[in-house]
């Protein structure tokens, strides 16, 4: 089978990343999921950003930690990449649009971090409130283990980048090895959750490998090449 297509923090190689256009247009593209990172903000609010600061994706600068919703609602998160004007996305609204599209989202929380644990706890508050396909991530194994005990439901997924283990602990669903992982083991991938592949001989590999979910940061160029290294019998 071919790994789904995960947009990884949306289109982000056309769009500024983490904005409401880079997410639109990954859907466009035919992405089978969105991926964001989810940071909180100084008055509780969590927000679609990677970096603990928002100096490289803003017109502004500080630690989203100390800043609240409003203070970040004050900068422009689009012109950086040459897109337009944009305001910070809120994980609310993407998980909306994720609802509206049916769409599975895949939510990574970012440690370490100011608040600790009511990162998890926020996001799993939050998502009560939605009817939706959602995957949490981290890196952290402490943060898999505290969501999952609040939701266990809720599929989850623990990202590696130096080592892959070559065991799970039982809290976890997926293993998350970033794509030069893959490349170290050459007798793993099967059913994983790989970050981030855009090189054609990297999605090869993660269709050769039995890879699940596929972040890449260009959906429709992905999509492309996983068709053109079907054989006549592969599905």
């Given at each position: 089978?071919?790994?789904?297509?995960?947009?990884?923090?949306?289109?982000?190689?056309?769009?500024?990343?983490?904005?409401?256009?880079?997410?639109?247009?990954?859907?466009?593209?035919?992405?089978?999921?969105?991926?964001?990172?989810?940071?909180?903000?100084?008055?509780?609010?969590?927000?679609?950003?990677?970096?603990?600061?928002?100096?490289?994706?803003?017109?502004?600068?500080?630690?989203?930690?100390?800043?609240?919703?409003?203070?970040?609602?004050?900068?422009?998160?689009?012109?950086?990449?040459?897109?337009?004007?944009?305001?910070?996305?809120?994980?609310?609204?993407?998980?909306?649009?994720?609802?509206?599209h049916g769409?599975?989202?895949?939510?990574?929380?970012?440690?370490?971090?100011?608040?600790?644990?009511?990162?998890?706890?926020?996001?799993?508050?939050?998502?009560?409130?939605?009817?939706?396909?959602?995957?949490?991530?981290?890196?952290?194994?402490?943060?898999?283990?505290?969501?999952?005990?609040?939701?266990?439901?809720?599929?989850?997924?623990?990202?590696?980048?130096?080592?892959?283990?070559?065991?799970?602990?039982?809290f976890v669903?997926?293993?998350?090895?970033?794509?030069?992982?893959?490349?170290?083991?050459?007798?793993?991938?099967?059913?994983?959750?790989?970050?981030?592949?855009?090189?054609?001989?990297?999605?090869?590999?993660?269709?050769?490998?039995?890879?699940?979910?596929?972040?890449?940061?260009?959906?429709?160029?992905?999509?492309?090449?996983?068709?053109?290294?079907?054989?006549?019998?592969?599905?």
């Amino acid at each position: 089978m071919s790994p789904e297509v995960v947009a990884h923090r949306g289109a982000s190689t056309r769009r500024p990343e983490h904005t409401l256009a880079a997410y639109e247009l990954a859907l466009r593209q035919g992405a089978d999921g969105l991926e964001c990172d989810v940071r909180l903000t100084k008055d509780g609010h969590l927000v679609c950003l990677h970096d603990r600061t928002i100096d490289r994706t803003s017109t502004g600068s500080g630690a989203v930690s100390a800043m609240t919703l409003d203070e970040l609602r004050r900068h422009d998160f689009g012109s950086w990449h040459g897109g337009e004007p944009a305001e910070v996305l809120t994980l609310d609204a993407l998980l909306g649009l994720a609802a509206d599209h049916g769409t599975r989202l895949f939510i990574e929380t970012k440690h370490p971090v100011r608040y600790g644990s009511r990162v998890e706890r926020t996001l799993a508050d939050q998502l009560k409130r939605y009817r939706l396909d959602v995957v949490m991530m981290s890196f952290s194994v402490f943060a898999v283990h505290r969501f999952k005990k609040l939701r266990p439901e809720v599929p989850t997924v623990l990202l590696y980048d130096r080592l892959w283990p070559q065991t799970r602990p039982r809290f976890v669903d997926y293993a998350g090895p970033g794509v030069h992982l893959l490349r170290r083991h050459p007798d793993r991938g099967h059913g994983v959750y790989t970050w981030t592949a855009d090189d054609p001989a990297d999605i090869a590999l993660c269709r050769e490998r039995g890879v699940r979910f596929l972040a890449t940061n260009n959906p429709d160029e992905t999509r492309a090449h996983l068709a053109d290294n079907l054989t006549p019998d592969q599905p």
